[in-house]
């Protein structure tokens, strides 16, 4: 782009566009950064320049960018069929080709799909799903939903309040306000800042005490579902301990609760399998939340699966013919799921969930190497799925707090050095292409390992922190 067009790109962004997670007094002081191009596992900015996309667009773009067969695969299917709705009894070939491809991918019994346009509304989906499904069987009751502290689950009213990164709150009204709140929010897994000294297994027991202990609260006949990410992502990349799942579904199971996996990150490849809930963590949900790598975003996609039993009840004859009254205009747009079933073949072509079981642990292992830095204080995840956690002091794991912007400090200097990691308060955040292979890696490292070393010297000559 020429300079004119990008000054003139910057100042409507600026003048119009409302950005998610806007953070208004740095954006009117420096407006956006502007990307125009992308390539593979790089996207390059108005001025030219290269970046390691160590994000995925935002742990998405799972094939990376640039896909010839892609852009053919919406084009065709634009020219071909370009809309037509789902609604009752109309379909198109993409929708139902996808839905039992999911259907084939998907563990267990969960054999049926819902389509939507994103994560959040899959999560609304898989909620409004689970209630639907109690109250046909006339246990109405069976309303309120039992989510975690620090999930993430997106930003419609109900995904929002499902939510329960607090400060993600502030502000806005959430169904968790009132007397008789609708979602209630158990402990999160934090292995890093669980009880001192506290075995892995006393943790997991720990955990499923206060899980039990909330739905002894809310009351059993009072609850549909249990929502859970396999790893809890935006709220910090959290590996719940071994087990934790299992058990939390055999407790669901105990009390008629249906468990719901919010797979929207976890799903189509990022920890090396089209879903983890089986795969990694031996669960087979009820209901399965699912978008972003569904379709490497291309084109925006969600789905919502669930089981053969949830089927069952919703469309039983006893229920006299009643419709499903949920759905969107585009649940099953046609060139979204044509693009959806080329990602697909391309993942399998590619063995790309193969090449994340090799790369994954190189990643792992490399970024295990900063603990040996002093505001390190843990590194986790799985896989393509990476956080970093900055303490400035490690024996007391203390956080820098939030004027320090400390994960915002690093990505910068990240940034300036051609590398996009994600800072969320105290974390960096990495959740790049599936494609990368071992030499991104290694400039991934070196490049943050830079950024940290730099951000240390700045916050010493600032006097906010000293190697001691
Ligand atoms: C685990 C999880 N669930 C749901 C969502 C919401 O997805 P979307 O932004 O597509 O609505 C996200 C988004 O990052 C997510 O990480």
């Known amino acids: 782009m020429d300079k004119a067009t990008v000054e003139q790109v910057w100042r409507n962004d600026k003048d119009h566009l409302l950005h998610p997670f806007a953070e208004f007094p740095r954006f009117a002081e420096a407006g956006s950064r502007i990307f125009d191009r992308a390539e593979g596992v790089h996207v390059f900015g108005s001025d030219g320049k290269a970046y390691l996309d160590g994000i995925g667009g935002l742990w998405c773009v799972n094939i990376g960018y640039g896909r010839p067969e892609m852009a053919k695969a919406i084009a065709d299917q634009a ?34 799909v819902f389509f939507t346009c994103s994560g959040s509304a899959s999560n609304d989906t898989a909620v409004r799903l689970a209630q639907y499904y109690f109250n046909r ?14 999930a993430y689950h997106g930003s419609t009213y109900l995904a929002a309040s499902l939510t329960g990164i607090r400060p993600n709150h502030d502000g806005f009204h959430t169904l968790l306000d009132g007397d008789d709140p609708l979602i209630h929010h158990a402990a999160e897994p934090n292995m890093y800042r669980r009880p001192d000294g506290m075995p892995e297994d006393q943790y997991c027991d720990f955990l499923m005490a206060d899980l039990e202990a909330l739905i002894e609260k809310v009351g059993a006949d009072n609850i549909a579902c249990f929502i859970a990410e396999p790893i809890i992502g935006a709220g910090g990349v959290k590996v719940a301990p071994t087990g934790y799942h ?19 990150v976890t799903s189509f490849g990022r920890l090396g399998h089209f879903f983890a809930s089986k795969a990694v963590f031996d669960v087979v949900p009820d209901i399965i939340a699912t978008a972003k790598g569904i379709s490497s975003g291309y084109v925006p996609l969600g789905a919502t699966l669930f089981s053969d039993k949830i ?11 009643k419709p499903f009254s949920h759905g969107f205009t585009y649940s099953g747009h046609p060139v979204a799921c044509a693009a959806a079933l080329k990602n697909i073949e391309i993942i399998e ?5 193969e090449h994340v079981q090799e790369v994954g642990p190189y990643l792992e292992a490399q970024l295990e190497t900063f603990l040996d830095l002093p505001i390190v204080g843990d590194v986790r995840g799985s896989h393509l799925m990476m956080a970093l956690e900055f303490v400035s002091d490690k024996a007391e794991k203390s956080s ?36 990368l292979d071992r030499e991104n890696i290694d400039t991934l490292i070196s490049t943050l390992r830079g950024a940290i070393e730099a951000t240390m010297t700045d916050l010493t000559n600032e006097n906010i922190w000293q190697l001691s």
Do not use: W
Request: charged share 20%; proline share 6%; glycine share 6%.
């Open 79 to 112: 020219l071909q069929l370009p809309y037509y709705n789902t609604f009752t009894d109309m379909t198109s070939p993409p929708a139902a080709n996808l839905a039992a491809k999911l259907a084939e991918l998907a563990p267990g019994d969960v054999n049926h």
């Open 349 to 353: 072509s590619e063995s790309i969930c």
């Open 246 to 264: 299992a058990r939390a579904k055999a407790i669901c199971e105990r009390n008629d609760i249906l468990y719901i996996s919010d797979e929207v």
């Open 137 to 150: 069987q006339g246990k109405t009751s069976k309303t309120r939903i039992i989510a975690r502290e620090n």
């Open 311 to 321: 089927f069952e009840v919703i469309s039983s004859p006893d229920i006299g013919g």
């Open 400 to 435: 820098f707090g939030l004027d320090v912007a400390i994960g915002k400090r690093i990505a910068t200097h990240a940034y300036q050095n051609g590398l996009i990691a994600r800072n969320v308060g105290d974390y960096i955040i990495l959740s790049p292409p599936l494609i």
